[in-house]
């Protein structure tokens, strides 16, 4: 169904039972724009063009939104600004807008929709393409430890995702112990105003478009459950630091004690361990609890994390948890204690309930 506003509801003159013929498509701005989008990241950008469409020599003319069924950030939000809002997949547009704009929407357009829009589809994408293409670009920015990112307005082709020529990229430093919400906050901000830009400059910026390049290309598939489980043998401080800042808020960091599995939380990153032998070192898993600073520190690949509190059946904290489980342990000697002292690395595969929290996203 079509939720009109009374802009829409004007151009939808009928003549002999077919739409009334409009102007041709604009060579230049204002443009009147289609917009695509689903989540908070999309909603900055139709912020931005919202304001824009109101302000005297904007690059907006006309606004609408295709949003997909549910209660989605970019539906609430058209329909709170009295945008006209069209349901997935729209009805016909033809001769109806200049130009389109998809920003995390989740649906491949087909071939047919994109050729109604005289200058092409715009996308707003959260990585410096082709670095990072897929639905999941920020979180793997972040668990890969990358420095620099960035934000990439590209036209869409259809068959794939975010394949499509360049018109505009703009870097973005990442800041040490950023978070995946942080970086988010960030680059929908600056994808916006890149988008702003692009659309006053547009067909300068078609003329000029480059294909993306043929290496350095990534793929971030969505996260899941799966990403959760600390593999102590093969993680470093850092790497594990990386994934609690990508995806902890979501889906906390787990892994198993005694065939159990153990949720960790409020994480406190690189510990500095003294042990009492210092020719030692302790094997992955192993747990040393810090009285001083009420947390539990795991030995890694290459030192030790820390975690201040952690689930198994309830919330403990760090000092409930060594006193109620590890204290008696970890002044033994035998090979039984040292495993009952350690955290395990989750061997792949797992019983059909983690399978099931696997398929999430």
Not at 338 to 361: C, L, W
């Amino acid at each position: 169904m079509w939720l009109l506003g009374r802009t829409a509801a004007l151009r939808c003159l009928w003549a002999g039972g077919r739409p009334a013929a409009r102007r041709l498509s604009s060579s230049g701005p204002p443009w009147r724009l289609l917009f695509f989008g689903s989540d908070h990241f999309a909603v900055e950008s139709l912020k931005v063009l919202t304001s824009n469409r109101s302000s005297s020599g904007g690059v907006v003319e006309t606004l609408e939104v295709v949003a997909l069924p549910g209660d989605v950030p970019v539906k609430r939000f058209a329909l709170q600004n009295q945008l006209p809002v069209h349901s997935w997949p729209p009805h016909p547009v033809d001769g109806q807008f200049d130009v389109g704009v998809v920003v995390s929407f989740g649906c491949l357009l087909p071939e047919k929709l994109i050729n109604k829009f005289p200058h092409g589809i715009l996308n707003v994408h959260p990585s410096l393409l082709p670095r990072w293409r897929g639905p999941a670009p920020i979180f793997h920015t972040i668990m890969h430890g990358d420095a620099v990112t960035g934000v990439s307005i590209i036209q869409i082709r259809p068959h794939r995702f975010d394949v499509g020529p360049l018109l505009q990229q703009e870097l973005h430093q990442v800041p040490e112990g950023c978070t995946a919400e942080q970086l988010e906050a960030a680059l929908s901000s600056k994808g916006a105003h890149l988008l702003l830009d692009t659309l006053r400059t547009l067909s300068e910026r078609i003329a000029h478009k480059r294909e993306q390049s043929q290496s350095g290309g990534t793929f971030a598939p969505k996260i899941n459950a799966s990403m959760s489980w600390v593999e102590w043998e093969e993680q470093t401080c850092d790497q594990i630091s990386c994934l609690h800042c990508a995806i902890g808020s979501r889906i906390p960091l787990r892994t198993t004690w005694m065939g159990r599995t153990i949720t960790l939380l409020d994480f406190v990153g690189r510990c500095h361990i003294s042990l009492l032998d210092e020719r030692s070192r302790a094997a992955p898993g192993s747990v040393s609890y810090q009285k001083e600073s009420n947390t539990l520190a795991v030995s890694c690949k290459d030192g030790w994390v820390g975690f201040r509190s952690v689930v198994l059946k309830k919330r403990l904290t760090a000092g409930d948890f060594y006193n109620g489980y590890l204290h008696q342990t970890l002044h033994r000697k035998s090979a039984c204690d040292i495993t009952r002292a350690q955290f395990i690395t989750r061997k792949h595969g797992g019983d059909a309930k983690d399978m099931r929290e696997n398929s999430t996203s």
